[in-house]
């Protein structure tokens, strides 16, 4: 019975030390697990100020060791602001993304960034994007801010430095920029040595001091052109006048020279109506028939003259009449061809400020009227229309490898034989650049594609030959339709996106967008 009792103790006694040592190893995992949650919870601070709060009470209940019935409140509590929380971070998220997007396209588009920024910013736009949390933006901002840094650089290299020596800097995006302006202007045959002479210079020195020397000369040459277009307006304005002054003139006269001679005519009509009445009552008062006729015979003689005299006169009125009228119809002739030839003259120019200089296809503002003209159209009909934007790949380097000279070259073959390669009611013009838009009325874009891959093939299969070099060229298309609810802005944009995709899925191909 003892033994029994003392076993019973000492399992007892055993019994106890295992739940003592269980309690201590349970007691120390709570501490590390409130310890971590502590240090868990500090993570999430800063999102939110009432998240905030919560989180600073949970943290001093841990530490107070509180119990875990008073914990489950405020564990519900920030549960529900954490849920609310995670929606307000995906919704950040995706606004930071698209605003990564937007803003590094935009700085594809900035002229002058050097090589290195644009490879790396086509491949952080390909490649870098898809990211799962906030943080992983980080790494891809510092990036973008590097590559706008080095946009500023380039393009604050020139602005900044004003003494003499950085003002000799060599800068080939302005030449490119002033050299493409100047294309499209359009001057008169007698500068076109002149405007030669200044884009030659151009090509050849990118030098910052004759760029600005450049630039004057072709400011001059378009501040003479307007004053002498001014003048010859004026020339015609004072000859229009004069004519008119003519006409006004030979009018008054000839009114004046009628009016002279109807009164002449008048009183020889008079002496006419006089006479015959005279001759009447002589011839009531004669008394034999030798009087009657001798009577007769010497009025009739004076009668006669007069008669033949009023004939002379109507003729001669009816000849001035004739000959002032032809005059004024000559003149009237002179007016209406010098009002003819000024209004050839103005189409003539207003058609020359819709081409482009260079290439002689519509140039960027006709485009813009005809694409509101089919956008217009588009609204009211709902027919197809598709839109084409055209990039000709690494044209910067046909620039640098063979001159400016042989790029202008390229762009004037590759318009025609873009004109030449759609139909006779599409329409085609210079966007800038090495960029060219092409609309298609009454195309659907799912039958575009047959008819702009022969363009594409076209321009591919050119035999261009620099400095005796085989050269092939080739070009990059992005289409889209007029959509409903389309503005011509976001139909430009969709059409730019394709080309985008074109120009990043390896170049020479078509994207199309819906
Ligand atoms: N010769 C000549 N060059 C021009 C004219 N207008 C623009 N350019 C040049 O066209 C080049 C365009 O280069 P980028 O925009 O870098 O594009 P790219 O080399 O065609 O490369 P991708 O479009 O990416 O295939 C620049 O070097 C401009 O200077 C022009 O009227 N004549």
Known sequence: MTDNTEQLEKKLGQAIKVRKALETARK??????????????????????????????????????????????????????????EAVNSANHRKLLESITTSGKQLQRVKGLPEDGRRMLRHLLDHELDVQSTNEFIPILDKLVTIYHKALQSKATILTDSDANSRSDKNPEIAAEL???????????????????????????????????????????????????????????????????????????TTKNSRSMSNELNGLNKQIESKIKNLNEQTQKATSIAELKSLVDGELKILSHDLVERERLERADKEALFASFEQINERINVLESKVTNYKKRLSEQRFKSLLDGLTKLPNRAAFDDRFNQEFHLFDVQKSDVTLVVIDVDHFKSINDQYGHSAGDKTLQVIARALKKSIRKT?????????????????????????????????????????????????????????????????????????????????????CLRE
Do not use: W
Request: glycine share 6%.
């Open 28 to 85: 120390h995992q709570v501490d590390v697990l409130s310890q971590f949650s502590a240090k868990l919870s500090l993570s999430c601070k800063g999102q939110d100020v009432a998240l905030d709060n919560q989180l600073a009470k949970f943290r001093s209940a841990l530490n107070k060791g509180m119990d875990f019935e008073e914990f489950a409140p405020l564990i519900d509590n920030m549960s529900a602001m954490l849920k609310q929380q």
């Open 426 to 510: 599409d329409f085609i013009a210079r966007y800038g650049g090495e960029e060219f838009v092409l609309l298609m009325p009454g195309m659907p874009l799912g039958q575009a594609k047959q008819p702009l891959e022969k363009v594409r093939t076209t321009i591919k299969s050119i035999p261009f030959k620099f400095k005796e070099k085989q050269v092939q060229i080739t070009i990059s298309l992005g289409a889209t339709q007029f959509r409903d609810g389309d503005t011509p802005l976001s139909a430009f944009d969709r059409a730019d996106d394709a080309l985008y995709e074109a120009k990043n899925s390896g170049r020479d191909r078509i």
């Open 179 to 253: 050299l493409a302006l100047a294309n499209e202007l359009i001057f008169d045959e007698d500068v076109a040595n002149e405007v030669k002479a200044i884009k030659n210079n151009i090509s050849l020195n990118d030098n910052v001091d004759v760029l600005l020397e450049s630039g004057l000369g072709i400011i001059r040459i378009i501040a003479k052109s307007i004053a002498r277009e001014r003048q010859s307006a004026q020339g015609f304005l004072v000859s229009l006048n004069q004519t008119l002054e003519e006409l006004h003139t030979s009018i008054i006269s």
